[in-house]
């Protein structure tokens, strides 16, 4: 077991996604067939709860008289455990606290485009394929898999919408996509092959440049449109750097919503990254599109260009309270608040807290060292004097010095949300 993976070569993403966008620019990246007019209005039809404006938005984590069985989500979701968003299911954050560092499977949010495949380990197998590799490809099965060298490593799993509904609830506009609150991001400790090893095995040329892992969950079919199997490129080079072909999730083989038998885990990136169920990868000598780093995935909106921004790849920076949206807290009492700041850039090294909306802050008591990939656990005690209506902010500072900022920039499919959360309280 090895728990550190060595870098194999320096990553050059962002040259990698300078020239990706070049070749947006000039019309090479079109999802074939579909027009992005139409892929926009789709996007807005796919998120289950449509368009989120500031009129009639739900409060963030005000959870919906929902039915307790999401369609296609394998695993129960009680109701203190999960708010069911569509074909999804968001954490509820009070049910983190006292959790410890790892999230356990029974509680880490689902985001599924479709619905759970209940797959057989031992009928799976993984091809390899494309330009990119030399000879015809490869085929692995679990076993083989789980001869090669395992790699561990505890990370997070983000969908790049969480914390949507905030850019409706707090700051006004108008977003579509689902109305995560908070809740739709988990730690947990990823165990499996090196997507390296496995690229290297299959014959990896210096050649390739994209690498496009795609899932077995049914074809996405959106508006009568099949966009064909979840699936997205990732440059080579974080393909080699850090990415895991997990089969292990806290030590136990991955449950049936979180990708059984296998799944991509590309720690720090983007959820939709991660590709679950994993069947294929194909290795190419060209850039790679899917609707899912054209259309989907990059910064649209007013402060972006029409083509939008680059590829969504590493998350943003964020916390979050271990407290139920509204809570009610007793005047004149001590109370802990705790909570969890992450970071896709590095981890968080400082957290304050506010509770006189932003007036003054103070440094919380954090219980983890800074964790690239992870998040850091955090309490502070505040003992409210006035009942009434009041808030509670918390405002993380990554390794590479950024601190979340009062607001967020606009984008039309909300993603990358890391302003201040004002978390209303009630002091009775
Ligand atoms: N095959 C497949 N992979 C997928 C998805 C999916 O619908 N199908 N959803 C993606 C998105 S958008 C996110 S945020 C993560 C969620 O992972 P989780 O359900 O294990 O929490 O999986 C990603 N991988
Ligand atoms: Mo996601």
Known sequence: MIDVMPKTQPSDETSYDRRRLRQWLDGDARTPGVA?????????????????????????????????????????????????????????????????????????????????????????????????????????????????????????????????????????????????????????????ARLGDVLRRAGLTRHAVDVMPSGLDDEYVADGINLGHVRRPLPVAKALDDVILAYEMNGEPLPADHGHPVRVLVPSWVGISSIKWVGDVQVSAEPLYSPWNTDFYRLFGTAYPPEGSEPLSRQTLKSAFELPWNATLAAGETHRLTGRSWSGAGGVRAVEVSTDGGVTWRRAKLADAPRADGWVRWSATWRPERPGPADVRARATDVSGRTQPAQTVHNDQGYLFDAVVRHPVTVA
């Not at 892929?39 to 796919?46: D, I």
């Not at 695993?75 to 356990?104: S, V």
């Not at 030399?134 to 898999?145: C, T």
Request: some cysteine.
């Open 36 to 192: 992005r007019r139409d892929m926009l209005r789709l996007f807005a039809a796919a998120g289950g709860a449509g368009a989120l404006g500031a009129l009639g938005a739900a409060p963030a984590g005000a959870a919906p008289a929902a039915p307790r069985a999401a369609a296609g989500i394998v695993k129960p979701l009680p109701p203190e455990l999960f708010t069911i968003r569509g074909t999804n299911a968001e954490t509820n954050w009070p049910a983190l606290k006292d959790t410890g560092y790892l999230t356990p499977a029974d509680r880490f949010f689902v985001r599924n485009h479709t619905a759970t495949p209940v797959l057989d380990a031992a009928e799976w197998s993984l091809r390899v394929w494309g330009d990119g590799l030399r000879g015809g490809g490869a085929e692995f099965g679990l076993d083989d898999l789980k001869a090669l060298p395992s790699a561990a490593r505890s990370a997070f799993v983000e969908c790049a919408g969480n914390g949507r509904s905030l850019f409706a609830s707090q700051q006004g506009g108008t977003v579509s996509g689902t109305s995560w609150s908070l809740g739709a991001i988990g730690v947990a400790r990823w165990r499996g």
